[in-house]
């Protein structure tokens, strides 16, 4: 079931372009605030598109209250998820406090963010899909693979590239052992692998370096 979420101002346009270039939504929520013109707003979408979309539902957000919006959001969330649920966004609509709730929620429920530019032409030009970083639950991780992705942190402010030799080095164990947590890191977004430049600034064809990523930088910082 795909479900999608958009925030309502004051315009219709932005709203049914991102969903003309999605298909097959099962459910749109809605999100509007108190004010009477983005309610009405909202209930002009969900003429236009009853006939296309089996379910539409308003809801309602507070103006100014990040967290707030981002409870209904949750809510929504919590309300539809299943196991073959999937999510989409919309952040084009309502206020960029609004927009900056809902892709902040984005990243929790694991929806797709799209915005709709303000340009003339095609309309699936129009449109585009931002990507976002993919929801990482470190605690979940065992202590080496922390450990390995803080060395690799520490390394990328000494400047000096890492191998997985190296690592093997560090913590004394081997390079299967080096692989296997490398490769959560690398499927969850924090490290990529590219091609190892010696200190002559040649690259060497027979190794692999590991870098972090911009997502693996924070996370790292933090642990």
Same mark, same amino acid.
């Given at each position: ?14 709203? &049914?372009?991102?969903?003309?270039? $999605? ?10 605030? /108190?004010? %009477?013109? =983005? ?77 709709? &530019?303000?340009?003339?032409?095609? $309309? ?10 993919? /929801?990482? %639950?470190? =605690? ?84």
């Amino acid at each position: 079931m795909h479900v999608h979420i958009a925030p309502v101002g004051f315009s219709k346009e932005p709203i &049914l372009k991102v969903i003309s270039m $999605i298909p097959g939504i099962d459910s749109l929520f809605l999100l509007h605030t /108190a004010n %009477d013109d =983005s309610r009405r707003t909202a209930e002009e979408i969900r003429d236009s598109v009853s006939c296309m979309i089996p379910r539409v539902s308003l809801r309602t957000i507070p103006f100014s209250d990040f967290m707030g919006i981002v409870s209904v959001i949750y809510g929504i969330y919590e309300d539809t998820n299943s196991k073959d649920s999937e999510y989409s966004v919309n952040i084009t609509g309502g206020t960029n406090l609004m927009a900056a709730a809902t892709c902040y929620s984005s990243y929790y429920i694991r929806a797709k963010i799209y915005y709709s &530019l303000n340009s003339e032409g095609p $309309i699936d030009s129009q449109v585009i899909e931002i990507t976002a970083p993919k /929801a990482v %639950d470190v =605690s979940g991780y065992k202590g080496m693979t922390k450990d390995i992705l803080r060395y690799v942190f520490d390394c990328r402010n000494s400047g000096n590239p890492v191998t997985s030799t190296q690592i093997a080095s560090r913590f004394g164990i081997n390079k299967q052992k080096v692989g296997y947590h490398v490769k959560i890191l690398v499927e969850d977004g924090l490290l990529e692998k590219c091609p190892y430049i010696n200190d002559k600034g040649v690259v060497d064809a027979r190794k692999n370096s590991l870098r972090l990523t911009a997502q693996g930088v924070m996370i790292a910082n933090t642990i």
